[in-house]
């Protein structure tokens, strides 16, 4: 997958693409990353790419220019341009199932007061990480990079994220290492039997468990087997119980 990220601020990015799993993504080519100062696209003397807004307020706001000239050099049939906007459609596992399929993703990053409203009509959708401001789009993006490029064969092994959180609809299991026992606390025994069966049950009884307790609304939007009913049904008695 190809990822090119339009932002004036790429050193915010830069320590990203050289960490961890991402790194690894990258060397690997499962994933590229190029990133565009849309700054260079300037015409201005001093290749500024903000103004003050039309009819007065606050703030800067993004030229339209800079960020069309940008796009124009990198744009292809295959890709697909997403603005990082408060405005936009909520990023959630689903959207980075979605995004793990283009073969072409590019993101632009706002700044100040974010874009002239012009730029939207060279973009294919708006995106947002979450009901709140950000000072610029770049945190968002790595986001959005972070949660899909973990989903494309090669970066990660498939199993590490098939029972991730959202990944089936429910929270994960709740999940243990060394040592057995700290401060009291000790490892759940079932998880020491090595019976694989009775973990399967154990892990799917605490992750529908932990679902109902903390984000209800994700069951509402589920189809459970009858295992899963049984063992939701379990569980709500034992809550009316306490
Ligand atoms: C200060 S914000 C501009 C907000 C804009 N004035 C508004 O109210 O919609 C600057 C930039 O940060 C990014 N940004 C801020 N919050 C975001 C969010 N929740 N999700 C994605 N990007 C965000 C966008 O790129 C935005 O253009």
Redesign the pocket.
Known sequence: MKIDILTLFPEMIEGFLNTSIIKRAIASEVATIDIHNFRDFSTEKHHHVDDTPYGGGQGMVLQVMPIVECLKTITTPESIVVL????GRTFSHQVAQEFATFKHLIII???????DERVRDYVDME????D??????EL?SMVICDATIRLLEGAIRQSSHEDDSFANGLLEYPQYTRPYEYDGNTVPDILLTGHHENIRKWRLYKSLEKTYNYRPDLLEKLELTDEQNKMLAQIIENKEKQ
């Open positions: 990082m906007s408060p405005q990053c706002g700044h100040y007061e974010g874009f995106v947002s990480i979450g709140y401001v950000l000072t610029g789009g968002s």
